[in-house]
């Protein structure tokens, strides 16, 4: 058993050297003075500098930033009641039904999702005139989708693990079941519904499959963007692009850790 410590550890090691190494590499030649980035000619912040005026990468961040919150918002709400639908409701006809339209965006590869939209934008196109042209409210349409999925099975697995003892408490002092939703049942399940929208937004954020798809001319993603200035190339405002969001994921997931702890000490007293 002695022996099998220093070779865990050394495989743990490595483990985490593969994941991090690319990482500090990136961060690293963000300050490269080189437009070479694999090779240091010395500390610079111009990258930076370029990054903030290159407008197209502006005009996309700000743009997948909108096409997130909106996105991820519709995907709590849809997820959300489709949770409560599937949990609450017991059996009910198209039950099954429902349930597999859920989770079918969590299996599906996500060309055949893109595609799948894709076709049925330009349908209703042809048919009613709406949506007029692809752009924010296709993709944001397309992200909600598949985004509602997760989001559902976070806010159901959630509800299945819920007592009912508050809920009925509520309800035979003589709340309305719409009192007893927003007063009792929301602040429990709080947790899961920001989880929830973070985990779309997280996605909504990172996709370039689906967004491919149904966005249009004018309508580019920041991850569209990366993606087409790494093909000839990369660059290094895009290592600094990296490196300002892995610093603030980072920031936030400190905040998050401490607030977690401070909570944790607070319902131990």
């Known amino acids: ?84 639908a599937l949990v609450r409701f017991g059996r009910f006809r198209g039950r099954m039904a ?32 709406w949506p007029g042209g692809r752009g924010l409210l296709t993709i944001t349409i397309a992200h909600a989708t598949f985004g ?16 009912m003892d508050l809920e009925e408490a509520a309800l035979d002092l003589g709340a309305r079941p719409l009192r007893v939703f927003f007063d009792v049942t929301l602040p429990v399940i709080a947790p899961a519904l920001v989880s929830g929208w973070l985990l779309a937004f997280t996605l909504s954020l990172d996709d370039l499959v689906i967004a491919s798809f149904v966005s249009g001319p004018g309508a580019s993603t920041l991850p569209m963007v990366i993606f ?20 603030i994921v980072s920031i936030a997931v400190t905040i998050a850790a401490l607030h977690i702890t401070r909570s944790n000490k607070h319902a131990a007293r």
């Open 1 to 84: 058993m002695r022996q099998k410590f220093p070779v865990m550890t050394a495989i743990a090691v490595l483990g985490f050297v593969f994941l991090y190494a690319p990482i500090l590499s990136l961060i690293v030649f963000s300050f490269n003075e080189s437009r070479l980035v694999t090779v240091w000619s010395g500390f610079s912040l111009k990258w930076y500098g370029e990054l903030f005026r290159d407008t197209q990468i502006l005009e996309a961040a700000w743009l997948s930033l909108k096409i997130a919150g909106l996105s991820a918002s519709l995907a709590l709400v849809i997820g959300t009641l489709a949770a409560f």
């Open 98 to 129: 429902l349930g597999v339209m859920v989770s079918a965006p969590l299996v599906m590869p996500e060309v055949i999702v893109g595609l799948s939209l894709l076709l049925l934008f330009v349908s209703m196109e042809g048919l009613i005139g």
């Open 148 to 163: 509602a999925a997760f989001v559902a099975v976070v806010i159901q697995s959630r509800l299945v693990t819920m007592e």
């Open 228 to 247: 087409s200035k790494v093909r000839l190339g990369v660059s290094p405002d895009v290592n600094a692009l990296a490196t300002l969001i892995i610093v």
